[in-house]
C-alpha cells in the first residue's frame, strides 16, 4: 500500500470519505466550509489540489486500500528548503498504523521528489494520536502557540514540530 496522486477520477471516494469523517475531522481540526460538501465542491477542491500539485507547491496523496480511501496526506508550500505536512485518517481506520504510513512516505517523497530538507507540522491540543506519531517519526517540538484556534467553542492551543533531514 502506498499514497496514491490525487487526480480527478478519485471524485466520489473523495466525497464519501469526507462526508463519511466530516465530524470525526471537525472535532479535531477546523471545518470545512459547507458548500464543500458537494459533488461541485469536491471537484473545485480537487481542481484547486491538482493546480498546487502542477506547480509544485503542494502533493496530494490518497492512501487507498480495496478501492477506499482510508487516509490523506499532503505536503503544502513546498519550497526549495521546507514544505507542511498534514494528514487525516478514516475513523474506522484509527490505530492500525495508516497515520505512521502516510508521515513515513510524505517524508520521503518531500526529500526525494522535492528534495526538502526540513518538514514542519502543528497539531492542536485536541489530538495527542496526532502529535504522537510525528514525534515517533523523529519531529521535534519546536514551540506551542497558545489560544492557536476556536474550535467548538473551545480555545486550543498549538503545538509547532519540526523535522530535520540527517
Given amino acids: 500500500m ?3 496522486l490525487l487526480s480527478k477520477h478519485h471524485l ?11 465530524a470525526w475531522f471537525e472535532s479535531l ?3 470545512r466550509e459547507n458548500n464543500f460538501y458537494s459533488e461541485q465542491g469536491v471537484t473545485q477542491h480537487i481542481d484547486e489540489e491538482l ?7 503542494a502533493f496530494c496523496g490518497l492512501l487507498i ?3 477506499e480511501i482510508i487516509a490523506r496526506a499532503n505536503l503544502r508550500d513546498i519550497s526549495a528548503n521546507k514544505a507542511s505536512v498534514g494528514y487525516r485518517v478514516s475513523k474506522r481506520f484509527l490505530s492500525q498504523g495508516y497515520a505512521s504510513l502516510c508521515l513515513a512516505s510524505l517524508i520521503e ?6 528534495g526538502v530538507q526540513y518538514l514542519e507540522a502543528k497539531v492542536l491540543a485536541n489530538n495527542p494520536a496526532s502529535k504522537h506519531v510525528l514525534l515517533k517519526q523523529g519531529f ?7 489560544n492557536f484556534i ?5 480555545s486550543l492551543a498549538c503545538t509547532e514540530l519540526g523535522f530535520k533531514y540527517r
Fill in 2 to 4: 502506498q499514497l496514491e
Fill in 12 to 22: 466520489q471516494p473523495l466525497f464519501d470519505f469526507e462526508l463519511e469523517n466530516r
Fill in 29 to 31: 481540526i477546523e471545518p
Fill in 51 to 57: 493546480n498546487k500539485v502542477i506547480s509544485s507547491t
Fill in 65 to 67: 486500500k480495496d478501492n
Fill in 109 to 114: 517523497i518531500a526529500k526525494k521528489e522535492f
Fill in 140 to 146: 521535534e517540538i519546536i514551540g506551542n502557540v497558545p
Fill in 150 to 154: 476556536t474550535l467548538n467553542n473551545k
